[in-house]
């Protein structure tokens, strides 16, 4: 029976490398000389931004998108944290996330079977497998939930025939 994964990862490799890059580009623009301004990339997939105003952590978090974006990884994977301000600093953290988790899962399950289409969806984990009968059929769910307005990017791996 053919079936494929439902996924959503990010390549850490390439977060960690958009991260270097904006501090190098942080360290040499004009607007932030003298400021003591960094990214940290932290253990569990967290980023964390830290300027000395607001302002700041804003340009900074433009600056990290647009390196992420020319690394390939999609930005609706950042979940932005709310700028805390404590003494001279502000700090800001952004998580990256990854896997689906268990209601979006159980929303695209819901999606998949409103479709009508003659596949099963389960979910394992972070991830979801679904298989079918027919290989068209699993292409068209492919279709369907790529039009989808979704809040994470998802990844479709695993085909099997």
């Keep these: ?9 990010v390549d850490m490799h390439e977060v960690r490398n958009a991260v270097d890059q904006s501090n190098r580009e942080i360290g040499t623009r004009f607007d932030f000389k003298g400021v003591d301004a960094r ?3 932290m253990a569990s997939s967290e980023i964390q ?9 804003r340009q ?11 690394r390939g990884i999609d930005v609706k994977a950042l979940k932005e944290g ?17 896997g689906i988790e268990s209601d979006l899962a159980r929303k695209l399950v819901k999606m998949i079977k409103e479709t009508k289409i003659k596949a099963q969806a389960a ?5 979801l497998r679904v298989s079918g009968k ?3 059929d699993l292409q068209g769910i492919i279709a369907m939930l790529k039009e989808a307005s979704l809040d994470i990017p998802l ?5 099997r025939d």
């Design 155 to 159: 990844q479709y791996n695993n085909f």
């Design 49 to 57: 931004l830290s300027a000395e105003v607001d302002f700041q952590i």
């Design 82 to 98: 709310d700028v805390e301000l404590s003494g001279q600093k502000a700090i800001m953290k952004v998580v990256v996330q990854q």
């Design 134 to 136: 027919k290989r068209d």
């Design 1 to 9: 029976m053919p079936s494929f994964d439902i996924v959503s990862e």
């Design 60 to 70: 900074m978090l433009d600056i990290l998108k647009a390196k992420l974006v020319k």
């Design 123 to 127: 979910i394992q984990g972070e991830k």
């Design 39 to 41: 990214y940290e990339l």
